[in-house]
């Protein structure tokens, strides 16, 4: 198991390592993909990019205030989200950062502790 330390006083919740193709987040193990807000964290059940939709996304996209962007997880390898996907997004003022799902986990510590106000979609690490 990977463990991860949070660089500063950010709120919310912390992915402070990895297990199995999951995520630790503070003490819990969410052995599968993963959502989170600013607020909150929790399992999700996609496993394969090529399946995403931004409707899927809802939960994460209604915060208040909305998010500055998304920070995609793609697994345990970058894949890039479709075109159609993007531009969604970016029609509501949202943008994308993909990246594989254990440098998403780390970038969203490091973001976070700079206050920034965005969500995260996170892969498993395996789909297999």
């Not at 003490?27 to 990019?49: K, M």
């Not at 986990?105 to 498993?124: H, I, N, Q, T, Y």
């Given at each position: ?11 919310g919740p912390v992915i402070t390592g ?66 159609a996907f993007v531009a ?41």
């Amino acid at each position: 198991m990977v463990s991860l330390k949070r660089e500063g006083p950010a709120s919310g919740p912390v992915i402070t390592g990895f297990a199995g193709s999951g995520f630790r987040v503070d003490e819990e193990i969410i052995d599968s993909g993963l959502w989170l807000t600013p607020e909150w964290a929790q399992p999700w059940g996609l496993s394969d990019i090529g399946a995403l939709d931004v409707g899927m996304l809802e939960p994460l996209l209604s915060i208040d205030p909305l998010p500055e962007f998304l920070l995609l997880g793609t697994g345990a390898s970058l894949t890039r989200p479709s075109s159609a996907f993007v531009a969604a997004l970016e029609a509501r003022d949202i943008g994308v950062e993909a990246m594989d799902s254990r440098a998403a986990a780390r970038s969203w510590g490091l973001l976070r502790s700079e206050e920034r106000w965005f969500v995260a979609a996170l892969l498993p690490l395996d789909q297999s």
